[in-house]
């Protein structure tokens, strides 16, 4: 799976990788304000993960999302 951060404003933002068992994998994508993307690739099993931003606050604001690998 490539996933690519694209930075879109000022404030910095990170990604990073949960597994269906809510434990980290290890791939933390990061982006500033002077960066405009990052890009990684992953091998992931089939299944359900969360992506999320680790910035302090940012998860709890909803800067989360669901990756379904097939």
Do not use: F, K, M
């Amino acid at each position: 799976v490539d996933i690519t951060l694209i930075q879109e404003g000022l404030i910095p933002h990170t990604v990073a990788i949960e597994d269906q068992d809510g434990g980290a994998i290890d791939l933390l994508l990061t982006v500033n304000a002077d960066q405009s993307e990052e890009t990684a690739t992953i091998d992931l099993a089939p299944g359900t993960y969360v992506l999320w931003c680790t910035i302090p606050g940012h998860r709890s604001l909803g800067q989360e999302a669901t990756l379904t690998v097939s």
